[in-house]
């Protein structure tokens, strides 16, 4: 899944590059843009986390986890997905193991919506994967309270318990484009009225990755960056905008005339 998508690859000596490869899979194409820059098509392949090797004449250099698949769902719930009002979605909608999708219309898709079906099955066995993936990751940084008006750069940033966000988080890529952030949150994450994260410096939503151990709820108007991955439950309150994804494993996802769109 998720193949096609065009990425930056950094490094030195890349020009006289062989093959470019994601989890072993050669990339549908590639071009060598100076010694330090490759361009290339990524291929299909598993969701989460994978490796990208770049062979040159000196040999091949793989980095882990440099790049990550992600799901074409842009909503999913383990039970329901509920919405209210002229919401968009814009990426798949669907629910597994549960069967109850309700409120569109007139919200809207722009995607296909997946009930208890095939795709959802393996959609919501790829979030668990990817959830445990996430939580299984060595942090870098504790956190705590609320991380309203703090600058992060990428890492891995753990909470023990429930985190607040008041104003803007900033989230600074320093210029790498592949950059990565993961948030491990023991409990739940709740974003006052007007929130927001800001990306600077080449930072991407795509790689901005919200475990949360429990549920999500995303206050009126917050603009939210990121792919949440919540064990229970997700809200997200009137006009609030979701750049990213809404991953529900095992409860809800609630709407309330908001933006959802899958970053790609």
Known sequence: MDGGNLVVIT????????????G????????????????????????????????????????SGAYTYLGRFAVLGGQSVT???????????GVSPGVSVTGFPPGQVNGTIHISDADALQAHADLVATYDDAVGRI??????????????????????????????????????????????????LTTATASS?????????????WQIGSSATLGTDTAFVGRILAAISITVNAGATVNGQTLARDGSVTLDTNTVTRPW
Request: proline share 4%.
């Open 197 to 209: 994260v800001l990306l600077t410096h080449g930072a991407t939503a795509r790689n901005v990755i």
């Open 83 to 93: 919405n209210t009002g002229l919401s968009s979605v814009t990426g798949d909608l």
């Open 139 to 188: 942090p870098d940084v504790g956190i705590s309270g609320d991380i309203g008006g703090l600058t992060l750069t990428p890492g891995v940033y753990n909470a023990a318990s429930s985190i607040g966000l008041t104003g803007t988080l900033t989230l600074d890529a320093q210029g790498d484009r592949n950059a990565e952030w993961i948030f491990q949150i023991g409990s739940t």
């Open 11 to 22: 490094g030195t000596a890349f020009s006289y590059a062989t093959s470019v490869a994601f």
């Open 24 to 63: 072993g899979t050669p990339a549908i194409s590639y071009r060598i843009a100076s010694d330090t820059e490759i361009d290339a098509l990524v291929p299909a392949g598993v969701l989460g986390p994978a490796s990208v090797s770049v062979t040159t004449l000196g040999g091949t250099t793989t980095v």
